[in-house]
């Protein structure tokens, strides 16, 4: 039998976690403890709740948006229409980048791939009669997060809603953006500064909503391995935790309102492991390192769904095939919110096609295929227990070799971390190209003739025009010296060292744009310049 | 590998407009490098007139696009444009990203001497580089 197993081939997974062909009662050796727990109970392996989806299935929230607010409003109306309960707004790249759409580098960029929003108009047009206290909304915004949360907010407060009750998320997770992503502004300290002023007003003013979704989404796309994800992410979830704290406010405070954002794709059961131990590992360090008593603010709340990074511009009807098992592993794993790629996604914009297509995969697994019938399934296998105790010792090496080197901040500011990411996935396209590593449609079983018969989305110059129009034409009627007055607030506000949303909210309410609130903040805090380190 | 001068061939890999898609493009600096080539590489957010200022005072045998938000036919006239201005419209230049196919003939209809798509092998890459640089 011994020699047997030996025969054949190793198993490893992109972590560096070796799998052995048989797991038993005997495997799970040198966990701390039992580990595992019941489910809505320290440390949460199981799930953060106790009867998960029994009680209330995933949130669905499906990212969205392009073109004119008028435009994305109708996809958002559609999403809504075909089920789904949240919506997940995608910007265009001016608006990540603080830049109004009449900036010369916004040429061509006008709504290419997520919503315009200049002003506080945008906002009001894009949400017009939704109902924002059933359908929660999450930005994904980051550089330019302070003036679009200023304007959600604001919108919310003139539609009658209570910034008090208002729930729903920003991603705002600026320390990813310097590793993959890219839409920073600001210098790296500044830049954590401003989450904090988020994270302040949001503690003191609304309470409920969560102003920061950390993301190990985009450090795994750039090419991290799974566990690497999960440490990066977590550091930098205690990145923010150290300036809050830094700023005197108590984490039970703050931290129930930090959510994180994961990817899913490669191997099925490296990824349940990694969000199991995760899910653990966040609870311990929230309760051990820094004395939260709250519950929420030791639960691992999170938005998983498929990454783009596993699907193929070969063969792209693999896609949809992937995302299932996408969607399947984020179910699986107990995730509060799924957003699952779309199959033309290696391509372009998801059309409505595809998006409804990715809405019903996840309608199936809830309504047919049963994911929603008990809590964490998995618990308890010998396999998936045993392999989550490796992940998490491999996730707590990572972050102290993170740790011993300066921290998560130090860093990315001197670009460390990103050639860390960069060497993963350089080694990882090698053996993928030497097919060390098997990919379906690209190493293996390849076709031939390859024709891309996928829809385009097409970038419409007439929106863009309008989208200028309508910018010439509010700035022409609004308040010129309200404008000139809350900017200048703005930037004593930053000048001060205060925290600057009070100020940018009366700003974006005298309808002042996000490239003269972010212009106004770059005056004071510079410009981030990128280290480049391979 | 030596270029036209009889040094290295030196390549600049360049992120034009907003576009903070960066993998490829380093991957690329990447494999270019261990194929013995200097690579100079930007980063992200640049103008194409600072994309043509680098491949003068770098002095570059070729010059790399790399675009995923599918700005690539507007960033790369432009482009192109600003480099024939600095008198390098002689200097080959390339395209990888996200570019479908009907644009890929587009690009080479500007002027553009080759599209890398995503998910081209790096040997296809820095074989074409020799092959243009390298007499």
New interface residues.
Partial sequence: MTDRIREIPPVVWESGIGIDPVYGPESRTGAEGDGIGAPGEFPFTRGIHPLMYRQRPWTMRQYSGFGTAAETHERFLYLIKNGQTGLNVAFD??T??G?DSDD??????IG??GMAVDTLADMEEAFADIDLNRITVSLTINGAAVPIMAMYFAMARKRGFELSELRGTAQNDILK?FV????WIFPVEPSIKLVGDTMEFCARHVPRYSPVSVCGYHIR???ASPAQEMAYGLSIGKAYIDHALGRGLDVDDFAPGISFNFDIHGNLWEQVAKFRAGRRLWARILRDEYGAKNPRSQQLRMIAGGGGGGL???QPENNIVRGAYYALISALSGTQTMALCSYDE????PSERAAKISLRTMQILMHEMGLCDTVDPLGGSWFVETTTDRMEEKIIAIMREVESEGGIVQGIAEGRVQAAV?RQ??EH??RL?RGEIDKVG?NRFVDEEEE?E?E??P?RDAEALAQLDRLARIRAERDAERVVATLSAVREAARANANVMPAVMDAVEAYATVGEVCSVLQDIYGTYR?P?R? | MTGRTGKRIRVLIAKP???????GA??V???L?EAGMEVI?T???Q?PEAIANAALEEGVDVVGLSVL???H???TRKVKERLEEAGLGGVPLIVGG?I??QDARALQELGVAAVF???T???KVVRFIEEQAGQ
Avoid: W
């Avoid at chain 1, 290696?346 to 914009?349: L, V, W």
């Avoid at chain 2, 407009?17 to 993998?23: A, K, N, Q, T």
């Fill in positions: 790249l001016p990540q980048c830049l010369p580098m916004a040429e061509g960029e290419r791939v953006e993959g992503r890219g839409t796309e750039s090419g193929t511009i070969q290696a391509y372009t914009i960069n996935a350089y396209e090698r190209q690209v891309q996928v385009m989305h970038y990128e480049v391979f | 407009g907003l576009d903070g898609h960066d993998v380093k991957l600096c990447r494999a490098m590489y980063g992200l957010r103008s938000s599918g700005a036919m507007p960033l996200n479908p196919r798509p995503t998910a092998p790096f040997e």
